[in-house]
């Protein structure tokens, strides 16, 4: 399993947000660059890099920055944030960056998604955040709204909303999945592996997101079979040492 700090981009500094509110915002670094320099020497195998400006814009606002931050390390950048066609997930990828993360898109425009996917196996992941069980859009300043009676989707255990958009997904080509408890998200609450399982269950591979807070959150998402784990606040704060998390996740201690 993949652990991955989080790097959020807002006003050209590195920022947490705490479930997603740009009003309840810490700074914990003035050089993204640097931040994403100090979590590669200590063995992060990929970064997880979110232009929140963007994703409120609906187009990049920080891909320069981006691009230098994916050139000064040695590891993979995954980037998202005001991707919503496929050119500019193109742009991005042709400028280095490791793999592109659909968000709003993968639920509006999967047509987009499929087209990069098509042409850059392997380097299109798609990102659903939940707030109150349905796909948060736009920077998660609105949800999917309903239009399928309740208890349509009850054989999953998931929203209908939620059920469609893993549909479109497959059928773009898209494997792997950023599950974002957005609740729990910058609140150190602990992670929650039972969110996620239904998402395994339907054949993705998982990367959890919100929440997280100590190395027993590491491993317990393990041990239900996640693909990788995104990890902010708590490297930040020190409730999760880097080092000590990627041993657990690779069944060490």
Not at 38 to 47: D, E, H, I, K, Q
Not at 62 to 90: K, M, W
Not at 185 to 196: K, Y
Request: charged share 25%; with cysteine; proline share 6%.
């Amino acid at each position: 399993m993949l652990v991955i700090p989080a790097i959020d981009l807002r006003g050209g500094r590195c920022v947490r947000l705490y479930q997603g509110r740009y009003e309840q915002e810490t700074v914990y670094g003035e050089d993204p660059v640097a931040v994403a320099r100090s979590f590669a020497a200590a063995g992060a195998p990929r970064l997880h890099v979110v232009d929140l400006d963007g994703a409120r814009a609906g187009r990049p606002v920080h891909a320069e920055l981006i691009q230098r931050l994916a050139a000064s390390v040695p590891v993979p950048v995954q980037v998202g944030g005001g991707i919503r066609d496929a050119a500019t997930a193109r742009a991005y990828l042709e400028a280095g960056v490791g793999a592109v993360i659909f968000g709003t898109a993968a639920i509006r425009r999967p047509e987009e998604v499929a087209s990069v996917a098509s042409t850059h196996p392997g380097r299109v992941l798609a990102s659903l955040d939940l707030r109150d069980g349905r796909p948060a859009l736009e920077g998660w300043t609105a949800t999917v709204p309903g239009e399928v009676p309740a208890g349509a989707g009850a054989d999953t255990g998931l929203d209908p909303a939620v059920t469609r958009v893993l549909r479109r997904l497959q059928e773009a080509g898209v494997t792997d999945l950023i599950v974002t408890d957005t609740e729990r998200d910058g609140t150190l609450a602990g992670a929650d592996p039972a969110r996620f399982l239904p998402f395994l269950a339907a054949g993705f591979r998982v990367i959890a997101a919100g929440g997280i807070r100590d190395v027993e959150d590491i491993r317990r998402l393990r041990a239900a079979g996640l693909a990788g784990v995104i990890a902010g606040r708590a490297l930040y704060e020190g409730t999760l040492e880097l080092r000590e998390a990627l041993a657990a996740a690779r069944g060490e201690g």
